[in-house]
C-alpha cells in the first residue's frame, strides 16, 4: 500500500524547479496536496524529480541539532548516537490527518515503550511538530483551537518537540517530500535516511533492524518481555507473558516469575527453540488473576546462564476479564471507513479455529451480522486494517460493536493494524427468553409472494430477515429498522419460484426462524 503525504509549502520549491526544466511531467497544485493516500506512481515521479533536481539528498546537519521538548528537556541527536543508540526522528505537522493516523497507531509507542529508555534502552523516538503556517504551541499538540487534529500529547510517552520554533528548527535539517516522514539514524552514518511506515509494530522494527541493527545486537544470550497488545482473558482462563528473543542465540530455557507486589506467585521454567527476533507466551496455570490488578512478570537465566544485557528483564501486566455474553447469539454491527478495502475481521473460537468473517465491504456502509455459537465458550474477534489506522475518525467513521440481548459487550474503531477483542457466550437461548420467536407470525402462509410478518421486540434495534432455500443457501437478506413492542413488517418475495423456503429473523441477539411456501 503506498504511503500518504501531505505536501508542505516548503517542499513545493523543489517540484516547481523541477516541472520548469522537465515539462513533459505536469501535475496541478491541488495534486501536491493529497488528502491521504498517494497513487504509487504519483509518489514515485515526485521523488525522481527530486532526485534529477538534487534535492532529496539528506544533508549532514540532520546527525547533529539539538533541540527543546514541550517539558524543557534538551536533546542532542549526536548525544543519543554517541550512546550506541539508534534514533527515529519522526517529521510531522499538528494538521496533519496522515500524520495523525500514523500516531494514532500506537506502533512508535509500543516500540519505544519495548525498546527505548523503558524498555531494553536501544532506541530513542523524538516527535517533531515541524509545522510553519500555522506554527506549532503548546495548545494545538494539546488538542487545542482550530486546526489540530486532537490531542497529540495524550498516551504519548517519547518527547515530542514543536512550540517556541523548536520543531522548525529540527524539520530544517532535513530535505523531505511531506508530512509524515520518518528518518532513520545510526551510530557512525553520516546522516539520518527515510523509512518507511509499516501496518504493524513487528514489521516496522524488522524494517528498523535491516537499516541499523548494531544498536540491537547485546549480546547472545538476551531475553526480554514484551508487554501485551491485549490483556483481556476469558474467565477461567489462567493469564499469559509474552517472551521475546533478543539474543543471536536460540533461547531454549529460561526463568519466569509472575508477582503482586513483593509475593512471588508461580515460577515458571520455560524451555522450548525460540529463534532470534521471535516471541512466545507462557501461561502461569497456577495463577488466577484479579481484574485491574497490576502484576511484574520478570525473566532470568536465559539458556541457564546470566543476561547479556540487563535492561528490560520486567514488565508490568494488568489483566482484565473478558466480558460475557447474555445468551449464545451475538450481534455484530460494524460500520467501514472511507477505505473499506484495507478493513476486514474474523471470529475464532477457542481452539483458534476460524468460525466467520467479513464479505466484500463498501465504502462507509454498515453491515449487521447475527451469529449462533457455542453456549459457554470464549471467541476472538478481529479487526484488521491494512494501512495501519484503524476505521475512525480521520477517514470515516468506523466502528464495530458486539451485542447479546441488545447488551453491549465492545466496541470501537481507533486502533493501529489490528483490535482484538474477548468475549465468553452465555447460555443459549430458551424458549422463555426469546420474545422474538414467542411473537413471530407470517401469514398468510402459504402466499403468492407477499407476506406480512408480525414480531414482537423488548427494545427498539434493526431486525435481520433472511431467506434461505431448502439447501440453506440464503438468497436475500434485508433489514428492518424495528421500535420497541408488538409491530409488523411486509416482505415482498413475489420474485421469489414457488417453493419451501425458510425465513430466518436476528435482532439483539434472539433469533427465529419459520418456514415459508410459496405457491401460485
Not at 547533529?64 to 528537556?73: F, K, P, S, V
Not at 474477534?381 to 480521520?394: M, R, V
Not at 458486539?402 to 437461548?429: I, P, W
Amino acid at each position: 500500500m503506498p504511503n500518504g503525504y501531505v505536501y508542505s509549502e516548503q517542499s513545493l520549491s523543489m517540484f516547481v524547479v523541477f516541472f520548469e526544466c522537465c515539462p513533459q511531467f505536469t501535475l496541478r497544485r491541488t495534486q501536491l496536496f493529497p488528502s491521504r493516500k498517494v497513487h504509487e506512481t504519483m509518489r514515485m515521479t515526485l521523488f525522481a524529480a527530486a532526485a534529477a533536481a538534487g534535492t532529496l539528498a539528506m544533508g549532514q546537519g540532520n546527525q547533529n541539532w539539538t533541540a527543546t521538548d514541550i517539558n524543557g528537556t534538551s536533546h542532542s541527536i549526536q548525544s543519543y548516537l554517541q550512546q550506541d543508540k539508534t534514533v527515529l526522528v519522526d517529521l510531522s505537522a499538528h494538521w496533519c490527518p496522515p500524520c495523525w493516523a500514523w500516531h494514532k497507531s500506537g506502533i512508535m509507542e509500543k516500540l519505544y515503550h519495548e525498546f527505548g529508555p523503558e524498555g531494553t534502552d536501544d532506541l530513542m523516538i523524538l516527535f517533531i511538530d515541524g509545522s510553519s503556517n500555522p506554527p506549532s504551541n503548546i495548545n494545538l499538540l494539546n488538542g487545542v483551537g482550530s486546526g489540530t487534529q486532537g490531542n497529540w500529547t495524550l498516551g504519548t510517552n517519547y518527547p515530542i518537540i514543536g512550540p517556541a520554533g523548536q520543531g522548525q528548527l529540527v524539520a530544517n535539517n532535513y530535505d523531505f517530500p511531506g508530512f509524515p516522514t520518518l528518518f532513520l539514524h545510526c551510530p557512525g552514518a553520516p546522516a539520518g535516511v527515510e523509512i518507511q511506515r509499516s501496518a504493524t509494530w513487528s514489521s516496522f522494527f524488522a524494517s528498523w533492524r535491516n537499516g541499523c541493527g548494531a544498536p540491537f545486537n547485546n549480546g547472545v544470550n538476551d531475553a526480554t518481555l514484551l508487554k501485551l497488545d491485549n490483556t483481556t482473558i476469558c474467565p477461567g482462563e489462567n493469564p499469559k507473558v509474552e517472551l521475546y528473543n533478543m539474543g543471536s542465540a536460540a533461547l531454549t530455557s529460561v526463568r519466569v516469575e509472575m508477582r503482586q507486589g513483593n509475593t512471588l506467585l508461580q515460577t515458571v521454567n520455560w524451555t522450548g527453540n525460540l529463534p532470534r527476533w521471535q516471541s512466545t507466551m507462557v501461561e502461569f496455570d497456577q495463577l488466577n488473576v484479579v481484574s485491574g490488578t497490576t502484576y511484574t512478570a520478570t525473566v532470568s537465566l536465559p539458556n541457564g546462564v546470566v543476561d547479556d544485557h540487563e535492561p528490560g528483564l520486567s514488565e508490568d501486566y494488568t489483566y482484565t476479564i473478558a466480558p460475557i455474553a447474555e445468551l449464545a447469539t451475538v450481534h455484530l454491527q460494524f460500520r467501514t471507513d472511507n477505505y473499506a478495502s484495507e478493513s476486514s475481521w474474523k471470529l475464532f473460537d477457542s481452539n483458534n479455529n476460524q468460525v466467520a468473517q467479513n464479505g466484500s465491504l463498501a465504502n462507509a456502509t454498515t453491515y449487521d451480522h447475527w451469529w449462533n455459537l457455542n453456549p459457554n465458550e470464549c471467541y476472538r474477534f478481529d479487526l484488521y486494517d491494512g494501512y495501519g489506522d484503524g476505521i475512525c475518525c480521520a477517514y470515516g467513521n468506523g466502528f464495530f460493536r458486539l451485542r447479546s440481548n441488545g447488551t453491549l459487550m465492545a466496541e470501537g474503531g481507533q486502533f493501529g493494524g489490528l483490535a482484538t477483542t474477548y468475549f465468553k457466550t452465555g447460555t443459549a437461548v430458551g424458549i422463555a427468553e426469546n420474545v422474538l420467536d414467542g411473537g413471530l407470525g407470517l401469514f398468510p402462509n402459504p402466499t403468492s409472494g407477499m407476506v406480512t410478518v408480525q414480531f414482537d421486540l423488548p427494545a427498539a434495534g434493526t431486525l435481520n430477515i433472511e431467506v434461505r432455500n431448502i439447501l440453506g443457501g440464503v438468497i436475500t437478506q434485508r433489514l428492518h429498522v424495528a421500535t420497541v413492542g408488538s409491530q409488523q413488517t411486509t416482505l415482498d418475495l413475489s420474485d421469489l419460484a414457488n417453493g419451501s423456503y425458510l425465513i430466518s429473523f436476528y435482532a439483539d441477539g434472539m433469533s427465529a426462524s419459520r418456514k415459508l411456501t410459496i405457491a401460485r
